[in-house]
């Protein structure tokens, strides 16, 4: 194997390794996500009880977080974030409607969310990824003239 060959094929390993860290972060999020679309999941209340920001420069990034509770009392859950909010959209002790789709660390609005959008997306690039890592691998290298291809 040439200097180049092995630097080819460690490259489609490199990318076939990002293709997977791809898959892995978006492909357990889908489900979750759809369901988010959808408004899927178990009906409450989000109470506010803290406002989180994160300031980036020239932007402020906020969200709510606090308590979700089920219409019928069944599901509690604390220090939730309510996907879409934002430093204008409530304020300590104030509750709005809210959806569990089952997510550890958020709950959505009644509408629903596009978040399934950037999910999904993540989650095919990973496949394009590992898909072309796998051909790059397979694919016969052309040794030069009077070396026929492996």
Same mark, same amino acid.
């Given at each position: 194997?040439? @200097?180049?060959?092995?630097?080819?094929?460690?490259?489609?390993?490199?990318?076939?390794?990002?293709?997977?860290?791809?898959?892995?972060?978006?492909? =357990?999020?889908?489900? =979750?996500?759809?369901?988010?679309?959808?408004?899927?999941?178990?009906?409450?209340?989000?109470?506010?009880?803290?406002? @989180?920001?994160?300031?980036?420069?020239?932007?402020?990034?906020c969200?709510?977080?606090?308590?979700?509770?089920?219409?019928?009392?069944?599901?509690? @859950?604390?220090?939730?974030?309510?996907? $879409?909010?934002?430093?204008?959209?409530?304020?300590? $002790?104030?509750?709005?409607?809210?959806?569990?789709?089952? @997510?550890?660390?958020?709950?959505?609005? =009644?509408?629903?969310?596009?978040?399934?959008?950037?999910?999904?997306?993540?989650?095919?690039?990973?496949?394009?990824?590992?898909i072309?890592?796998?051909?790059?691998?397979?694919? =016969?290298?052309d040794?030069?003239?009077?070396?026929?291809?492996?």
């Amino acid at each position: 194997m040439t @200097r180049t060959e092995g630097r080819s094929k460690g490259f489609s390993v490199a990318l076939a390794v990002a293709g997977l860290l791809l898959l892995f972060m978006s492909v =357990p999020e889908l489900g =979750p996500t759809i369901r988010a679309a959808r408004a899927d999941g178990v009906s409450g209340v989000f109470t506010a009880t803290q406002l @989180r920001c994160v300031q980036h420069p020239g932007h402020e990034s906020c969200v709510w977080a606090g308590d979700f509770a089920s219409a019928d009392g069944r599901v509690l @859950r604390h220090g939730v974030e309510l996907y $879409g909010s934002d430093r204008g959209t409530l304020a300590v $002790g104030r509750t709005t409607r809210a959806v569990d789709t089952g @997510r550890e660390t958020r709950v959505y609005g =009644p509408d629903g969310s596009g978040e399934w959008i950037f999910t999904t997306v993540l989650a095919l690039a990973g496949l394009t990824v590992v898909i072309a890592a796998a051909r790059r691998m397979r694919r =016969p290298r052309d040794r030069g003239p009077g070396h026929p291809p492996r």
